[in-house]
């Protein structure tokens, strides 16, 4: 099973696959579906490959994101974990910083109990970690990149969410700099036509496409397509 198979459409952009063990930015503005495309990405292809994941989420509380992907036809496989930390948003004062200790022991458990079947994880998101967390922003980074590198070495395919309200405003030059690929997703309006859209703007390893495709929601999942969007 390849990860451009997920989404119809998506070997429409991708020619060879996103390398095992890669990690992931996925960037745009709220309502771009950011979620939406990991979530659909890592069920889709933990459904038809045997091997496990979890998907970590500080933005919506297990409940409401499973409401949220079924809208879009997307369901849970038994072979994905959901961790919700949405409930330390209302203790964080009290254990702000713990925050990326917890989750570090919590990947740490999930590789130990699966081993090599562990294969991939999301966080969701980057913005909602660094809200919680009550570290400047030069060690918050050198924290988090220590707890990436590992995931890589352990060939762990991790995707990063991170909400960019302007594509073209300030860069997060690190987020870029620690990941393999950025992925991003936008919403454009043109003369009476709004479009969502999903652009790859680097992948290592990995022949792509780097025009924007259309990005629509279908009863059956999500769909990418060739289109004229700017």
Excluded: W
Excluded at 12 to 40: A, E, Q, Y
Excluded at 64 to 79: A, Q, W
Excluded at 165 to 184: K, M, Q, S, T, V
């Amino acid at each position: 099973m390849r990860f451009i198979d997920t989404i119809e459409g998506l070997d429409d952009i991708f020619k060879t696959d996103i390398p095992k063990g890669s990690v992931v930015l996925i960037t745009g503005p709220p309502g771009s579906l950011k979620s939406g495309l990991v979530f659909s990405m890592l069920s889709k292809y933990l459904e038809n490959s045997g091997e496990y994941g979890i998907y970590i989420t500080l933005e919506q509380s297990k409940k409401n994101h499973l409401e949220n992907m079924r809208s879009m036809g997307v369901e849970l496989p038994d072979n994905l974990t959901i961790s919700d930390f949405t409930d330390y948003r209302l203790q964080y004062d009290e254990f702000s910083g713990d925050l990326l200790n917890l989750i570090e022991t919590n990947i740490i458990q999930y590789k130990n109990k699966l081993g090599d079947n562990f294969t991939c994880l999301a966080l969701d998101s980057l913005g909602a970690l660094y809200s919680l967390m009550d570290v400047e922003p030069r060690l918050l980074r050198k924290r988090l990149y220590h707890l990436i590198e590992p995931l890589r070495r352990e060939e762990l395919t991790t995707f990063l969410i991170l909400e960019m309200a302007d594509p073209n405003g300030p860069n997060h030059e690190f987020e870029g700099y620690l990941a393999d690929g950025i992925i991003e997703l936008g919403v454009h309006t043109k003369e009476d036509s709004t479009n969502r859209y999903i652009k790859v703007k680097k992948m290592r390893a990995s022949a792509h496409s780097m025009d924007p495709h259309i990005l629509t929601v279908s009863n059956s999942g999500l769909q990418i397509y060739k289109g004229t969007i700017f």
